[in-house]
Nanobody
Framework: QLQLVEYGGGLVQPGGSLRLSCAAPGFTLNMYAISWFRQAPGKVRTKVAC??????SRVYTDSGRFTVSRRNANHTTWLQMNTLTPEDTAVYYC???????????????????WGKGTQVTVSS
């Protein structure tokens, strides 16, 4: 069974940057769209960014601080987060969609596989 693993979470000061990565050890993800979600305490989980099998990316936040990319060699998917604020504090998850596309919806419905998440804390 495909298992996704997120790497790169941690504590960062406001204004700082983090790069998260998502991989599936032993599997290739070339046939999956990979999405990043986040869930802050007491809030619903929402989509942050997505990278589809055609090489197209989509960011769902309303700022240009986040970018998503993928390395073709092993299909690791990265989420680069810049100028972080305390409001970005959340557990960040990656998820794989066998449909291979990034839908307009920010809902977490329709994902086929999930990682366990990695905590990102933005605090001074």
């Amino acid at each position: 069974q495909l298992q996704l693993v997120e790497y790169g979470g941690g504590l960062v000061q406001p204004g700082g940057s983090l790069r998260l990565s998502c991989a599936a050890p032993g599997f290739t993800l070339n046939m999956y769209a990979i999405s990043w979600f986040r869930q802050a305490p007491g809030k619903v989980r929402t989509k942050v960014a997505c990278f589809d099998i055609a090489g197209e990316s989509r960011v769902y936040t309303d700022s240009g601080r986040f970018t998503v990319s993928r390395r073709n060699a092993n299909h690791t998917t990265w989420l680069q987060m810049n100028t972080l604020t305390p409001e970005d504090t959340a557990v960040y998850y990656c998820a794989a969609d066998a449909d291979g596309v990034c839908t307009p919806s920010e809902s977490d419905d329709g994902m086929d596989f999930w990682g366990k998440g990695t905590q990102v804390t933005v605090s001074s």
